[in-house]
């Protein structure tokens, strides 16, 4: 698919034409620099008070529309499907806060209703109107975002554009989809469904289904794959002239059929997280654990300090001049390609990298006999992720599994250039604020927060700060015993596979009866996770317990004062921590919070700036490293689409794309 094709952007996003000229000459790069930090400084200025208009007029349209849906609700089913038909032919997608769309959203909630069995919440409906008019609604956690997304796919598919409706994982795919389906049918629209699971041959068809469910990663890369199959140079003059002339025309074998209204759910995780490593899709080649083997017995002959030095915060190793020599010397005796000065110092860095900034149970694990990477940002593992470059390679023979082939890459693209194609986008998080800058900047969208329908019960306790994991785990051991002979469920959040598997070890070494919830057990997450709110409960659980799975209270909970949330951990991003937290005190619920930290957790170890003995003050200390680790991951996903935006003028002047 080309930028021309129907599913992209008929021009660039509100604030984002500064932003699009990120492509000059090298000569350019300090004034681009400085351009985007003063378009971000912009658009975070203005962020409030645009964002406060948006959302006072959203809530008082709301109103009246919840008023209306009120009064529709003693229709029957087939006269409200009838009255639907009739709005729609009125309602236009161009103006979804104007009287004709939302008098079509308060039958749709209506029908909801009756088909549902769920009326929506004035929040709800302010942020389906905030959805359908292309921005980004920040609704808390536990505010019926699944709703929402339901009621604002089926407003934008009876003004008559598809919908993909897209989320972070598998599961919250499937589960939204069925959660839609009986609305969907009630109004005659088709429903498809687009994970892992389902085979090429199938998704075609859900791609032509008037709302189309999908995790971010598949759909994303059945989009790479279209590109591939037409050739960058096929714009839509040449795909015409081929379906008219062309034996085997080449747009007759592709999956989607554009980039229609994206709605993603998740949005902070999927435009922001997902997005500081870019979409690759590569073809295995034949093995060479020769190569592998020799890689890395060049990382193991250099010795940091002299060889080498490595700045862990901004994951960068640098070779020293000794370190070049000692290379140069290896090299004579193994000869071959290692003759070659970048082939050796690039394979050397990497086996560098591969042992010395990728932990087992953090970074990955090993099951199966094969390397398995976890998403840090949820906690979950990628099955299909591979590392390139033969760095994958490297960690399988640090590990002593079976080395793979090495990946030839048939295409890339970064998830910030796939979402900007989309038509129309629009988003909804529970977590946005932070990057609202750079929401407007990259994507166009605007955050405008929803309050939630209740008001918040949630009781936050503060931190405590120990001198290290033994004392943090006598001090979470000691709460827990506290918490639980009150009735009150407990879960305890840690950011890593490790750090959860140390904590469980200090349970089970006390006696403690716990739920384990991590990378290894992701397939019983929505089992687990729910039953985490049980008087007595105590539950373990890396940052993948802050999405999408619903914690309900027990009725002898509420009265004990609800769910306690422990963060043994901070995250690198303060938006991770805040999801974790939002697992208590949802929907008005009781709860309460507290963090219970060290001064070697790897956040203060990786950006806290000062050697350990000089570390003074409390939780602004470790809110200072989080910053810093936030400006770096920033910077990277700059840096990636600058890089990418540049190698799509430059071969696009070539005449190729991938």
């Known amino acids: 698919m080309s930028d021309a094709s129907p599913g992209a952007l008929p021009g660039p996003p509100p604030g984002l034409s500064l932003f699009r000229r990120m492509v000059p000459a090298p000569e350019a790069e300090a004034p681009l620099d400085w351009r985007f930090r003063l378009q971000r400084a912009a658009a975070w200025a203005s962020q409030p008070v645009a964002a406060s208009l948006i959302r006072r007029r959203a809530l008082g349209r709301a109103a009246g529309v919840a008023r209306m849906a009120e009064g529709f609700r003693a229709l029957d089913e087939a006269e409200l499907v009838a009255r639907i038909a009739a709005a729609r032919p009125r309602a236009e997608l161009a103006r979804p806060l104007a009287r004709p769309a939302c008098e079509l959203l308060a039958l749709l909630s209506a029908l909801a209703s009756h088909r549902l069995g769920l009326m929506p919440f004035p929040n709800q409906i302010a942020g389906v109107l905030v959805l359908a008019s292309g921005r980004l609604a920040e609704m808390e956690t536990g505010s019926g975002k699944t709703l929402t997304a339901a009621l604002a796919a089926c407003l934008v598919a009876a003004m008559g554009e598809r919908v993909h409706v897209i989320t972070a994982n598998d599961y919250l795919a499937a589960r939204d989809a069925a959660a839609l389906e009986p609305l969907a049918e009630a109004l005659g629209f088709s429903v498809g469904l687009v994970t892992s699971e389902v085979e090429p041959a199938a998704r075609p068809a859900a791609y032509r289904c008037h709302i189309t469910h999908g995790s971010n990663q598949e759909i994303a890369f059945d989009y790479l794959r279209d590109r591939i199959r037409l050739g960058a140079e096929a714009g839509p003059l040449r795909l015409a002239l081929d379906m008219v002339a062309a034996p085997a025309p080449r747009g007759a074998g592709i999956t989607m059929t554009g980039l229609p209204f994206a709605i993603v759910d998740e949005a902070d995780s999927v435009l922001i997280d997902e997005c500081r490593t870019p979409l690759i899709l590569s073809a295995n080649a034949d093995p060479d654990p020769d190569w592998a083997e020799q890689a890395a017995a060049f990382g193991a002959a250099l010795e940091e300090g002299r060889d080498f030095s490595i700045d862990r915060s901004a994951r960068q190793i ?39 900034l990728f932990r087992r149970d953090e970074h990955y694990l090993v099951e199966d006999g094969a390397i398995r990477l976890i998403d840090e940002y949820t906690g979950r593992v990628s099955p299909d992720r591979a590392l390139s470059d033969g760095l994958h390679q490297l960690i399988e023979a640090k590990e002593g599994v079976e ?34 800058a750079e929401m407007r900047a990259v994507y166009g969208l605007r955050v405008v927060p929803v309050p939630p329908p209740r008001p918040s019960r949630r009781r936050n306790e503060g931190g405590r700060i120990l001198r290290d994991e033994v004392a943090k785990w006598a001090e979470v051991l000691g709460r827990v015993r506290d918490l639980q002979a009150a009735g009150r469920p407990v879960l305890i959040a840690t950011r890593t596979v490790r750090a959860s598997e140390a904590v469980s070890q200090a349970l089970t070494d006390a006696g403690l009866d716990h739920a384990l919830l991590n990378a290894a057990q992701s397939g019983q997450e929505a089992e687990i996770i729910a039953a985490a709110g049980q008087p007595g409960a105590l539950t373990v659980a890396t940052n993948m317990a802050g999405r999408g799975v619903d914690i309900g209270l027990h009725e002898a909970v509420h009265a004990a004062g609800g769910l306690h949330v422990i963060l043994t951990e901070l995250h690198e991003a303060g938006r991770i921590d805040r999801q974790v937290i939002g697992r208590c005190a949802r929907q008005g619920d009781p709860g309460s919070c507290e963090a219970v930290l060290s001064w070697t957790d790897p956040l203060i170890e990786g950006f806290g700036g000062l050697p350990a003995r000089l570390r003074l003050g409390g939780l602004g200390t470790f809110r200072r490293a989080q910053r810093r680790a936030e400006r770096l991951h920033a910077r990277a996903r700059t840096d990636l689409l600058r890089h990418d935006l540049r190698r799509e003028e430059q071969f696009g002047f070539a005449g190729r794309v991938e």
């Not at 080395?403 to 988003?427: D, P, S, V």
């Open 318 to 356: 640098e070779l020293t001049g000794a370190g070049r020599r000692r290379l140069r010397e290896m090299a004579l005796e193994m000869g071959g390609i290692w003759r070659n000065t970048a082939r050796r110092e690039h394979a050397a860095t990497l086996a560098i990298s591969a042992r010395n």
């Open 403 to 436: 080395i793979t082939g090495r990946r030839e890459i048939r295409g890339r693209m970064t998830y910030q250039r796939f979402f900007r194609r989309y038509r129309r986008l629009a988003g909804m998080t529970g977590t946005a604020r932070e990057v609202a």
